[in-house]
């Protein structure tokens, strides 16, 4: 039986160490790592590079738009922390701290062919997860996020594709099985007693996301009850292990929860700024795109009403804009509803492009999701192991954007699960492989 600790010895080794030269070659030769310098450098991390330079400076987790407005909530904490340690060390938005964070989401990136591997080789075969590697290696479209922004998407994406694989091996838990990226492990003895480890560990990642893209939180109630139900098709209890998760999961969280209620006298989980990202893709004008014209950053009344609010207040009212929006006329909002829908598996149109443009732009955005449905289909077909798995994560995953907006960015953490549709669909279906249901 093979090890699933990483080694020179397995065939995903040497596909992280070619994704990780690529990237850290793309920031070099492509100068990815220089971002221009107006608006308070705004461009180098957006909202959370600017509240990491609050934090180097010694002004507290704050300042999201670059001037100085005080505390913020606006952007879930690791990501900011990160940036901030590093601007401490290379200084703030500084050449070398670019190259620093782009190494580092470059890392992430690359380390992403790992589960993708354990994954794809558990529920179709080796080939499949060979080739979805190296299409995640190789592909330009897929390196873009790591070495051209300054953002959490390749960290986010890595740990969201982390805890998919511990979903599907959270049934074998009690064994030596666990953790195993072995295809088609047989479940474990019922007898054998409960492992606290994979639980404590399902928590804490799951904590980690939170507080680093609290999107990813819409997996978790899918992740939670599929454990939970092929747990009791074995007949193995999962009471004790969801709740050893559940306490793990809140005390990862419970420390920036009460951070912002003793700051801002308001009680929310992770992240203040859902009113104002619905008041950004629902209101006069909505097409089903971000309205960006309306960001504080962009729009010079819009600052002066959040610095003249305060965050909290500021975003309650644009929250209230928007339910009124919505309660104008249903019909229109889920009309916009249907278009985001189209938007985020089809790619968004810009603006500043002609309709050809757009048109050659999304065709292969559009093809791969067309690819990951068509795989989807075969997959379910033929009965693959923790397919329903993936048809929960592309169901639940992208709600949230079909009501406020979308952006090519938010389909990357699941990217890797469509890649390893879209080769299943392409070579993976003509393999003759035993049938195993869920």
Not at 60 to 85: D, Q, S, V
């Amino acid at each position: 039986m093979a090890d699933s600790k990483p080694s020179a010895r397995e065939p995903y080794f040497w596909i992280f160490v070619v994704a990780l030269i690529l990237r850290v070659v793309l920031i070099f030769f492509g100068h990815t790592y220089k971002f221009y310098d107006h608006n308070h450098n705004f461009s180098f991390g957006w909202e959370m590079g600017s509240i990491g330079r609050s934090l180097a400076e010694g002004d507290g987790f704050g300042n999201p738009f670059g001037e100085t407005t005080g505390p913020t909530a606006w952007e879930p904490p690791l990501y900011p922390l990160l940036i901030a340690g590093v601007f401490k060390i290379f200084g703030i938005y500084s050449l070398t701290s670019a190259v620093v964070l782009l190494a580092i989401n470059s890392i992430f990136s690359a380390l992403t062919c790992i589960p993708i591997f354990w994954i794809a080789r558990r529920c179709f075969s080796e080939r499949v997860a060979l080739w979805t590697c190296w299409l995640w290696a190789l592909l330009p479209p897929i390196m873009a996020w790591a070495t051209r922004w300054v953002w959490e998407t390749s960290i986010a994406t890595f740990l969201l594709t982390l805890l998919f694989w511990l979903t599907l091996v959270m049934e074998e838990c009690e064994s030596s099985l666990a953790f195993s990226g072995v295809a088609h492990a047989e479940p474990a003895p019922r007898t054998q007693h409960f492992r606290p480890l994979p639980w404590a560990l399902f928590g804490l990642l799951w904590g980690a996301a939170a507080l680093l893209n609290t999107s990813l939180l819409a997996f978790l109630p899918v992740s939670g009850l599929w454990i939970s139900w092929r747990r009791s098709k074995l007949g193995k209890s999962s009471l004790a292990g969801v709740a050893l998760a559940s306490v793990v999961f809140l005390a990862c969280i419970s420390p920036w929860t009460i951070r912002n209620y003793h700051t801002f006298g308001k009680l929310f989980l992770i992240r203040s700024n859902f009113g104002a990202e619905l008041r950004l893709g629902n209101g006069p004008g909505a097409d089903g795109t971000w309205m960006q014209r309306f960001h504080p950053t962009q729009n010079a009344h819009e600052m002066s009403r959040y610095r003249g609010m305060g965050e909290i207040d500021y975003i309650a009212v644009r929250r209230e804009e928007a339910y009124a929006f919505i309660r104008e006329d249903i019909g229109r909002f889920l009309i916009l509803c249907g278009k985001r829908f189209v938007y985020y598996w089809a790619g968004v149109p810009r603006p500043s492009q002609t309709f050809g443009q757009t048109i050659l732009r999304n065709s292969l955005y559009f093809a791969s999701s067309l690819l990951t449905f068509w795989g989807l289909y075969i997959a379910w077909k033929n009965r693959r192991p923790g397919i329903g798995l993936f048809f929960w994560l592309f169901l639940v995953y992208p709600l949230v954007y079909y009501v406020v907006f979308p952006h090519p960015r938010y389909r990357h953490p699941i990217e890797p699960e469509m890649g390893m549709l879209i080769v299943y669909g392409i070579v993976g279906s003509y393999e003759k492989m035993p049938e195993r249901g869920d």
